[in-house]
C-alpha cells in the first residue's frame, strides 16, 4: 500500500467537473467507475479503509484516457494515482493463466524483440496473401475459437506490407535532423504509415533517421500495471536515441507519443536516469506539429467530407490539439465537420478493447451517433487503437461502404506534391 499516490489523492476536491468527461462514467454510471470515486478508493486504500479486491474492478475498467486530468480545476494528477493503482493491484493479486502468458509472450517478448515482431509481420502477411484469412472468415470458426473482441479486430486488420524503409532524397535546405519512432505494432501492421509519415517529414526538409536500436515504448506493459518491463524499455530508447544529436524524437502514434513523453515521470525516482529522461522527452514531438509548422507544398485535392477522432493521449497527455486540425482544414477540397462529443473517448485505450470489450463497445456505440450525424466520407484518426476501433464502430453501424478511416499521415500524403506518387 506505500506504493499507493497516497500524497495526491488530496489534490481531489471532489468537485465532480470530471464527470462529463470520464468515458466509464457515462456508460456505466456508477460514482466508483468515475475519476473522482477511483480517486477516493485508492485514498481508502491506502488508509487501510478497503482492501485491494475493492480497489480492483473500478481500475480495471479505467480507460486511463486522462480527459478528466483536462477538466480538473485543481490539477489532479490523476495519471500518477492511476499507474500507483495499478503496480500496486498487478503485485498483490495473482494473474491468471491467460494474463500470465500474455505478459511473457507479448509484453516482455513479441513487443519488445524486432525480430519477433518481424516474424509475426511474415506470419500475418502469408496469412493474408495465401487466401487463408478469407478461408477462415467464410467458415465462420473465429468467433468460436477467439474472444469476441479478438474476433471482430481480426476483420478490421489492414493490409500488412513488407517495410521498404528505403531512403529519401533529402532537400539541401534542411531544416530539423529528427530521429523517428517507429514503434512496435505500428511498424508491424500499419508500417506503410510509417514510411508516408518519414517521406512527409523529408518533403518539407527534415534529415530523417530511423534508429536500429529503439525498441517498444513500454505503453501497453505501463497501462497493464509491469512498471519494471516498462521503465527498461524506458532506459533502452533513451540509450538507443542519445547516440547522437536530433533536433527532434518525431512518431505519428498518439498512444506511444504520449508515453514517451513521460518518461521523465516514469523514472522519476531514479537519480541516474530522470534528467536524461526529461531530454528524452521534451524532444519528442508528434509528425503533425513538424508538418504543420514547416508547411506541406499540397499538389491534389481532396473533395470529401471528413471528421476527426483525436486520440485521447494525443489531446490529454501530449497537448496536442491544434496542429492535426490545422493540417486537416488546409487540405484543398477537403470539408472539415466538428462533430459533437469530439474529444470522447472512442474506447480503444491499448488493448482495453480486447480485455473489456463490452464496456469498449458500449463507449463506441455512445460516440458512433455524433459520427453518424456528420455524414462524412472519410474518418481522420492519429492512433493505431484509435483506427481499428472506429473502423469496427463504423462496421457495427453498417457503413463501411459509405465511410473510410484513414490516419492522417495518410491523408496528407495522398495529397503532397512528390510524397502521393512515390510511397
Known amino acids: 500500500m506505500a506504493k499507493l499516490a497516497y500524497e495526491e489523492t488530496f489534490d481531489c476536491v471532489q468537485c465532480g467537473y470530471c464527470l462529463p468527461a470520464c468515458p466509464t462514467y457515462q456508460t456505466m454510471e456508477k460514482e466508483t467507475h468515475s475519476p473522482r470515486g477511483r480517486i477516493n478508493l485508492v485514498k481508502m486504500a491506502a488508509e487501510g479503509k478497503i482492501s485491494t479486491d475493492e480497489l480492483k474492478e473500478p481500475i480495471d475498467l479505467c480507460l486511463g484516457c486522462r480527459a478528466c486530468e483536462t477538466a480538473c480545476p485543481t490539477n489532479v494528477q490523476y495519471g500518477r494515482i492511476l499507474e500507483s493503482a495499478k503496480e500496486v493491484l498487478a503485485e498483490s493479486h495473482q494473474p491468471s493463466l491467460a494474463q500470465r502468458l500474455v505478459e511473457k509472450t507479448v509484453f516482455k517478448g513479441l513487443l519488445p524483440s524486432d525480430k519477433m515482431l518481424r516474424v509475426l509481420e511474415f506470419g500475418l502477411q502469408t496469412y493474408q496473401k495465401?487466401?487463408?484469412?478469407?478461408?477462415?472468415?467464410?467458415?465462420?470458426?473465429?468467433?468460436?475459437?477467439?474472444?469476441q473482441g479478438m474476433a471482430?479486430?481480426?476483420?478490421?486488420?489492414p493490409a500488412i506490407k513488407r517495410r521498404k524503409r528505403k531512403k529519401q532524397i533529402t532537400p539541401a535546405s534542411t531544416k530539423d535532423r529528427v530521429a523517428y519512432f517507429t514503434g512496435c505494432l505500428m511498424d508491424t501492421m500499419f508500417g506503410s504509415i510509417n514510411e508516408q509519415a518519414i517521406a512527409l517529414l523529408e518533403r518539407v526538409g527534415c534529415d530523417v533517421h530511423v534508429i536500429p536500436s529503439q525498441s517498444c515504448?513500454?505503453?501497453?506493459?505501463?497501462?497493464?500495471?509491469?512498471i519494471e518491463t516498462a521503465k527498461m524499455l524506458a532506459k533502452k530508447n533513451i540509450d538507443a536515441f542519445e547516440e547522437e544529436q536530433y533536433d527532434y524524437i518525431v512518431s505519428s502514434i498518439g498512444g506511444c507519443g504520449a508515453m514517451l513523453m513521460e518518461y521523465g515521470e516514469l523514472l522519476r525516482q531514479e537519480s541516474e536516469w530522470h534528467e536524461r529522461a526529461e531530454q528524452f522527452a521534451n524532444k519528442h514531438v508528434d509528425v503533425s506539429i513538424i508538418l504543420e509548422k514547416n508547411g506541406l507544398p499540397f499538389s491534389g485535392t481532396l473533395n470529401k467530407t471528413a471528421v476527426y477522432q483525436?486520440?485521447?493521449?494525443?489531446t490529454h497527455v501530449q497537448k496536442n490539439t491544434s496542429a492535426p486540425l490545422a493540417l486537416i482544414q488546409g487540405i484543398p477540397g477537403l470539408t472539415y465537420v466538428e462533430i459533437d462529443?469530439?474529444?470522447m473517448c472512442c474506447g480503444s485505450a491499448g488493448i482495453y478493447n480486447l480485455l473489456h470489450y463490452e464496456e469498449a463497445t458500449a463507449i463506441l456505440d455512445k460516440k458512433m451517433p455524433y459520427v453518424q450525424k456528420a455524414k462524412p466520407d472519410l474518418l481522420i484518426t492519429t492512433n493505431p487503437g484509435c483506427h481499428l476501433q472506429m473502423k469496427l464502430g463504423i462496421q457495427r453501424a453498417g457503413l463501411a461502404e459509405k465511410i473510410e478511416v484513414k490516419h492522417l499521415v495518410?491523408?496528407?500524403?495522398?495529397?503532397t506534391e512528390g510524397v502521393r506518387n512515390d510511397v
Do not use: N, R, W, Y
Not at 515504448?217 to 509491469?226: E, K, T
Not at 483525436?310 to 494525443?314: A, E, G, L, N
Open 310 to 314: 483525436p486520440s485521447c493521449h494525443m
Open 410 to 415: 495518410e491523408v496528407l500524403a495522398e495529397v
Open 152 to 157: 471482430e479486430f481480426e476483420a478490421m486488420m
Open 130 to 147: 495465401s487466401g487463408a484469412q478469407t478461408l477462415v472468415q467464410k467458415s465462420g470458426i473465429l468467433p468460436k475459437l477467439l474472444p
Open 217 to 226: 515504448c513500454g505503453a501497453l506493459q505501463h497501462h497493464a500495471g509491469d
Open 341 to 343: 462529443k469530439q474529444e
